[in-house]
């Protein structure tokens, strides 16, 4: 009668298998264990999350507003300059939370977040890289953060130092802005508390975009009294004070 164990030539073979099989099967279980990401954006959405079923959607064309803004890319300090959150765990040590992360760079998000919120408070659209028609002042907002800090169950703090440039006069008015918002523990918070703040820092700005745009000196050609561009910037600079806190 022939057995149906293995001879002992086939065991080593058998067993390397057996083990292998095993490893992966402990490697499946360990990749179905371990935590998903979590994904963050800072921008903001008033649309509904489902179409309505009773009408067709129609699209719509607003007329061109009054003024213009361009929001170029924003400046960010180089530790935050990746998607996974760098949070703040003393004066001068931080963690990086590499299952918890932005949707996009956090200088994109930023831009994108003050894009929307400018356009909401100034009723205008961000016409930055498209051709724009004649005769629209057109001012654009530089944004470069200085620091954005996420203390958990402590604050979030924005710092930002930014411009708006009227394109038509090349006049120039330079802020900056510093805001922290208390929030609670964990991470839901912190992208709260960074919205808080940066609807705070475009408010600044869309001020500052108004004091620019009512300035006789930043709207107004300097060939139209024979000064200088140069010199009709910088006396539109100097009566257009930054936004008081």
């Known amino acids: 009668m022939t057995s149906s164990r293995p001879s002992s030539a086939w065991r080593p073979l058998v067993g390397a298998v057996a083990g292998t099989m095993i490893c992966a099967g402990l490697a499946a279980l360990t990749a179905c264990s371990s935590p998903s990401s979590r994904f963050y954006t800072l921008g903001s959405s008033d649309a509904p999350t489902t179409a309505p079923t009773t009408a067709p ?7 061109m507003p009054a003024l213009l803004i361009e929001v170029p890319p ?3 300090p180089p530790q935050i300059a990746r998607t996974a959150f760098v949070v703040q765990t003393g004066a001068n040590q931080v963690d ?7 949707a996009s760079l956090p200088a994109d998000e930023i831009r994108h977040a003050l894009s929307q919120e400018l356009t909401r408070r100034l009723g205008t ?3 930055f890289g498209t051709p724009h028609p004649e005769g629209v002042p057109v001012y ?5 953060v200085q620091r954005f800090e996420s203390w958990p169950g402590s604050h979030a703090l924005i710092d930002a130092v930014w411009s ?5 006069t090349q006049t120039v008015l330079t802020c900056r802005s510093v805001v922290s918002e208390a929030v609670a523990g ?3 918070a912190l992208v709260a508390g960074h919205r808080l703040a940066l609807d705070q820092v475009a408010a600044k700005i869309a001020a500052g ?5 009512a300035s006789p000196d930043a709207r107004t050609a300097p060939a139209a009294q024979g000064m200088t561009t140069t010199a009709r910037a910088r006396r539109a600079a100097a009566s257009v004070p930054c936004p008081a806190d």
């Open 164 to 168: 708006v440039r009227a394109l038509n």
């Open 209 to 213: 975009v108004e004091a620019l745009d």
């Open 57 to 63: 959607t129609t699209a719509r064309t607003a007329s």
């Open 186 to 188: 964990g991470n839901d």
């Open 140 to 144: 654009r907002v530089t944004v470069s």
């Open 96 to 102: 990086v939370l590499e299952q918890t992360r932005w």
């Open 74 to 76: 924003v400046e960010v």
């Open 125 to 127: 659209i961000d016409v």
